[in-house]
Nanobody
Framework: QVQLVESGGGSVQTGGSLRLSCAAS???????MGWFRQAPGEEREGVAS????????TYADSVKGRFTISRDNADNTVHLQMNSLKPEDTAMYYC????????????????????WGQGTQVTVSA
């Protein structure tokens, strides 16, 4: 059973940057790893995903060009570099995973994911 632990959240001003990390236990080379976010009163939405073995990535339109997802196989960690942050990026950010196989495009639809971390808060002030 893979377990996920997020870190790196915090408070920044508009235009600032944060780097989130998701440390995974267990074997993840055949998995997709995704980042999701949920603001109060809103649905949880997909932000970005990556296939751990091939590094194929997918992004939501709202973050393209500002966020970058990457993986570090040496320590089983997936990162989300967030630049040019906006107040509307304020949310709880969650890491999640599902088994995809040895290759393929990873979904950013939350229904595909079956293992979740506990979340880390990101707050962007105007």
């Amino acid at each position: 059973q893979v377990q996920l632990v997020e870190s790196g959240g915090g408070s920044v001003q508009t235009g600032g940057s944060l780097r989130l990390s998701c440390a995974a236990s267990g074997y993840i080379s055949n998995r997709c790893m995704g980042w999701f976010r949920q603001a109060p009163g809103e649905e949880r939405e997909g932000v970005a995903s990556i296939h751990v073995r091939t590094s194929t990535t997918t992004y939501a339109d709202s973050v393209k060009g500002r966020f970058t997802i990457s993986r570090d196989n040496a320590d089983n960690t997936v990162h989300l570099q967030m630049n040019s942050l906006k107040p509307e990026d304020t949310a709880m950010y969650y890491c999640a995973t599902y088994v995809r196989g040895w290759a393929g495009v990873c979904s950013i639809n939350r229904a595909a994911y079956n293992t979740w971390g506990q979340g880390t808060q990101v707050t962007v002030s105007a």
